[in-house]
């Protein structure tokens, strides 16, 4: 299928175009081509981190069972990702946008799971962690308690007081050691805030599609 937007800008699209819409829509196809390949050169560029920061062999609790399991036993030959539920110690309800994220990764866990492992952790106790899984209808995507482990404050999403912190992270295993490959919250500034980890949920890209924009939503654990 032909690009529209390509064509001359002399001639209107199907449908009767402005030719002020058709400029800009070429000039905002130009940018999201550059914005393509930025988002390319950040993948290789995080690929290319050394793997040179090694792990303890953490013992976590299964959320749904309570028996205890070795980071070890979740690393297999290719990365584990771990994504941060704020929930637990100083957060005493689960993180909305927590929530909302994992909604997300529940779906696509069978997925990913093609080519990377996917946990979630949270430092809450492991029944408080299954029972706010239920009332999601989360199914799919393993799911572990770091309340007796140091795991989450050494990752950086748990302070000393035990305030959490949204988070993901990417864990490997080479010759025989626990790697922490990659770590990224959602502040990547202080003038930028809640956008490091947006491209780990298609909610805001849908927003952010419309005329209106994100604006200042939040989501809720109820609506």
């Known amino acids: 299928m032909g690009d529209p937007y390509n064509a001359s800008m002399d001639s209107n699209t199907l449908l009767n175009e402005s030719f002020g819409f058709v400029a800009k829509r070429k000039a905002l196809l130009d940018a999201e081509r550059d914005l393509a390949w930025q988002r390319e050169k950040v993948a290789r560029l995080r690929r ?8 303890d ?3 976590f609790e299964d959320a749904r069972t309570g028996v205890e399991t070795k980071l070890t036993e979740l690393v297999s030959n290719r990365s584990l990702i771990v994504y941060h539920l704020m929930y637990g110690k100083a957060q005493t309800q689960p993180c909305p946008m927590c ?5 997300g990764f529940d ?4 997925h990913v799971a093609q080519r ?7 430092a809450a106790d492991p029944a408080a962690i ?4 239920d009332s999601r209808g989360w199914t799919n995507i393993p ?9 989450k404050r050494d990752l950086g999403s748990e302070n000393e007081t035990g305030d959490q912190y949204p988070t993901i992270s990417v864990i ?3 010759d025989g050691s626990l790697i922490h490959a990659y770590s990224a919250q959602p502040q990547l500034s202080d003038t930028m805030h809640e956008r490091g980890l947006d491209l780990f949920s298609p909610v805001w890209h849908l927003l952010d599609l419309t005329a209106e924009g994100r604006s200042d939503w939040y989501p809720s654990l109820t609506y």
């Open 143 to 151: 799911l572990f308690s770091a309340r007796s482990n140091t795991f």
């Open 172 to 174: 490997a295993a080479r």
């Open 57 to 59: 062999d953490y013992t």
């Open 107 to 110: 779906a696509v866990y069978r």
């Open 116 to 122: 990377a492992d996917f946990v979630v952790v949270a």
């Open 130 to 133: 299954a029972s706010h899984a």
């Open 99 to 103: 929530t909302m994220w994992i909604d």
């Open 48 to 55: 290319e981190l050394p793997l040179d920061t090694t792990l």
